[in-house]
């Protein structure tokens, strides 16, 4: 085998090495730019959601009908009776949906009563409390059971799946640390629940704690950062295989 014939392999070998990672890195980024067209239109569909004006919540019977892609962050209004059941803490810290939640704190978790008697669980508001003192939240939730029915108004929500860091729950101390009022109803006697829970907009206590309020979307969107990222390593090695090219027909010649 030739000099001429074995650089003629290597060369082909290395172009169809850099044409693999050329498209590789294209793709990646044109699957970017699509992730950012389907983000702005579920930023849309739920700035569109948030703004509507609230709803009665539906029927028990049309609960099963509900899904998280249609129906998340739905307002609604509801009457309810607060349940004098153990609420759950949930560790948070900070809000993606409330502007006004900053710092570390809790949501209060708790059932309600409807007068149907089904239970639906009500993410009555932030406490901020930095230690998770259990003490301190059961004063402030437990000014919310009366015994007496509620008009509430609030948003639509599903439960959350814990990920591969997430801690695990502290029960004796009702300390969650993802949103699954399932859960927390199964640990805590709570009974069969709603497939959904309503994050609260009001009423706000006297006390103002917890604090319910308005909900807004603030998804990240990075995604065209991302994609001139991968255009621009693909432009990178474009350009690089180019000068290698040359150089190798420079040392040929």
């Not at 998280?68 to 810290?93: G, I, N, W």
């Not at 309600?112 to 930095?130: D, H």
């Not at 994050?199 to 001139?228: N, R, T």
């Amino acid at each position: 085998m030739t000099d001429t014939t074995s650089r003629g392999r290597s060369i082909a070998g290395f172009g169809v090495f850099t044409l693999i990672l050329v498209v590789s890195f294209v793709g990646l980024g044109l699957w970017q730019l699509q992730r950012r067209v389907d983000k702005h239109a579920l930023i849309a569909a739920l700035d569109a959601r948030l703004a509507k004006p609230p709803q009665a919540l539906a029927l028990p019977s049309g609960w099963s009908a509900l899904t998280s892609a249609k129906d998340e962050f739905q307002r609604v209004t509801l009457t309810a009776t607060y349940a004098p059941s153990p609420d759950a803490m949930v560790y948070s810290s900070g809000s993606a949906v409330r502007a006004d939640v900053t710092g570390p704190g809790t949501w209060a978790f708790l059932p309600a009563k409807l007068a149907s008697g089904e239970t639906i669980v009500i993410n009555a508001g932030f406490v901020q409390n930095t230690m998770q003192d259990r003490a301190f939240e059961d004063r402030v939730v437990g000014r919310l059971v009366t015994g007496q029915p509620v008009e509430l108004t609030g948003y639509i929500r599903f439960p959350e799946r814990a990920g591969k860091l997430t801690p695990a729950e502290n029960v004796p101390k009702r300390l969650w640390f993802v949103r699954d009022h399932r859960a927390m109803a199964a640990a805590l006697g709570w009974g069969d629940v709603a497939p959904f829970y309503i994050d609260l907009e009001a009423p706000v206590p006297e006390s103002g704690i917890p604090k319910p309020g308005p909900l807004q979307v603030h998804l990240k969107d990075d995604h065209m950062q991302y994609a001139i990222t991968w255009f621009s390593l693909a432009g990178a090695l474009v350009i690089a295989f180019g000068l290698w090219w040359r150089s190798q027909r420079q040392k040929a010649g």
